[in-house]
């Protein structure tokens, strides 16, 4: 049980396109749903948290506009990387809990390169 | 700031020697911390939690410690085998946000 998946595992695009990256709860309903982004060899950083229904809430310096966050139901979420730069390339991962407070369970990561 | 951070980058141990990953955390209100293990190229996955009203919790071949005198974590791995090479990372519950510290890479030689 408690299996979160990702699509792309990984994805290569030009600079100025945008990505879209899902998230996906497969056995239980996700009241909340994360994004996390990681760099080489650094830990997770919380990017932002995102509840059934409605907007999601942004972690300090990560912009909003650029990194679009929708959780349209409680096993789906997903984030649009909007025009995207190089510097934009890292890992990013997802995690869902089912209950406020519960034991968050990860995704596998997407892998972006911005070319 | 609020911060949770580990003692050592690194850890190499032997093949079947037990292995210890400590972790210190710096806001005494946090009550519910947990360790994740994340292979390369993968997401983490979570290995063993514990709340602040326990002080041992114990796993198949984990255990989890936690003394909140020192605001210290440590996860133990018993007979550490080669799967369980990978980076280790501590995590505190704030507020329903998880804080995760640097990350431990453990290296098991054959």
């Known amino acids: 049980g408690a299996v979160v998946s990702q699509h792309p595992s990984w994805v290569i695009c030009k600079s100025g396109t945008s990505v879209k990256i899902e998230c996906r709860s497969l056995?239980?309903?996700?009241?909340?749903m994360f994004w996390y982004r990681q760099f080489p060899k650094q830990s997770l950083m919380l990017m932002a948290t995102s509840n059934e229904g409605s907007k999601a809430t942004y972690e300090q310096g990560v912009e909003k506009d650029k990194f679009l966050i929708n959780h349209a139901s409680l096993t789906l979420s997903t984030l649009t990387v909007t025009s995207a730069h190089p510097e934009d390339s890292s890992f990013y991962i997802c995690s869902a809990e089912s209950g406020s407070g519960e034991t968050q369970y990860f995704g596998p990561g997407t892998r972006l390169l911005v070319l | 700031g609020e911060s949770v951070g580990l003692h050592l980058p690194t850890l190499s141990v032997q093949e079947g020697d037990n292995s210890i990953i400590n972790c210190a955390y710096s806001?005494?209100?946090?009550?519910?911390f947990i360790w994740y293990k994340q292979e390369s190229g993968k997401g983490p996955q979570f290995i063993i939690d514990?709340?602040?009203?326990?002080d041992k919790r114990q796993g198949q071949r984990v255990t989890v410690l936690l003394n909140k005198t020192v605001k210290h974590l440590s996860l133990q791995i018993a007979a550490t085998q080669p799967g369980d090479s990978a980076v280790y990372f501590c995590?505190?519950?704030?507020?329903?946000?998880?804080?995760f510290g640097q990350g431990t890479e453990l290296s098991v030689k054959p």
């Open positions: 056995d239980f309903q996700a009241t909340t």
């Open positions: 514990i709340r602040s009203n326990m």
């Open positions: 995590a505190e519950n704030q507020g329903g946000k998880l804080i």
């Open positions: 806001n005494s209100a946090s009550d519910y």
